[in-house]
């Protein structure tokens, strides 16, 4: 399986309501970033927590991590309909050769009006 | 430019043909990443440059992929002899060195007939 799984595959919400997307990862790792894809575009960073902090926010999102439980959330509070996209969380384990991230396969969130 | 560019946009080829996907990252970006992303599916690294040199081939699938970077700018990523699961969308990124956020370009989608 893979570095980098997030939960759930989908989540369909309300606009106002807060989004909660998870994931989980196996190996140790420099930092976890979080990454949003808009249908048929790029990805576009979002936020980047290193290993040794806990929480994060920037504006309406709030990234936690928890390195006992290789687990992270990122929370989007009061969302809105543009916030429709993929959410991809990515792990940075720094190799001898360089860094490589491993994304996971990605949440879908629709925000419904 | 501004952002990270990719060319084509889209390709059609047929199979057995030879394809060479373009990136033109951000200006002043050292490092500079391949990814490939089949339909609904997470990024899968392919290669990663810093600079003109390759510390990290780990992901490009066969020897029928190869890439390479000139002048610590443009990337080209050659796929020779092409078949079907090849189809896919690659993804070009890059950042200001190794271990910062990656910017994406928007893709080239390839279509293996």
């Known amino acids: 399986s893979q570095q980098g799984e997030e939960d759930p595959q989908a989540l369909s919400i309300q606009e106002g309501e807060n989004a909660t997307m998870n994931c989980s990862y196996k190996?140790?790792?420099?930092?976890l970033q979080w990454y949003r894809q808009n249908s048929g575009r790029g990805l576009v960073h979002l936020i980047l927590?290193?290993?040794?902090?806990r929480e994060k926010h920037s504006g309406r999102l709030r990234v936690t991590l928890d390195t006992s439980k290789k687990s992270s959330s990122l929370l989007i509070t009061a969302s809105r309909a543009a916030d429709t996209a993929s959410y991809f969380c990515?792990?940075?384990?720094?190799?001898?050769?360089?860094?490589?991230?491993?994304f996971g396969t990605g949440t879908q969130l629709k925000v419904e009006l | 430019g501004a952002g990270v560019s990719q060319s084509p946009s889209n390709k059609v080829t047929e199979k057995g043909k030879d394809v060479e996907l373009r990136c033109d990252p951000i200006?002043?970006?050292?490092?500079l990443y391949w990814y490939r992303q089949s339909l609904g599916q997470g990024l899968e690294f392919l290669i990663y440059f810093q600079g003109n040199s390759a510390p990290d081939k780990s992901g490009l699938p066969s020897d029928r992929f190869s890439a390479e970077r000139t002048g610590g700018s443009v990337s080209t990523l050659t796929i020779q002899r092409t078949q079907q699961e090849d189809s896919a969308v690659y993804l070009c990124?890059?950042?200001?060195?190794?271990?910062?956020?990656?910017?994406f370009g928007d893709g080239t989608r390839l279509s293996i007939l």
């Open positions: 927590i290193r290993s040794n902090e």
């Open positions: 190996t140790s790792i420099n930092n």
């Open positions: 990515a792990t940075d384990r720094r190799t001898g050769g360089g860094n490589k991230l491993t």
């Open positions: 200006s002043g970006h050292t490092a």
């Open positions: 990124a890059s950042s200001q060195d190794r271990g910062q956020p990656q910017h």
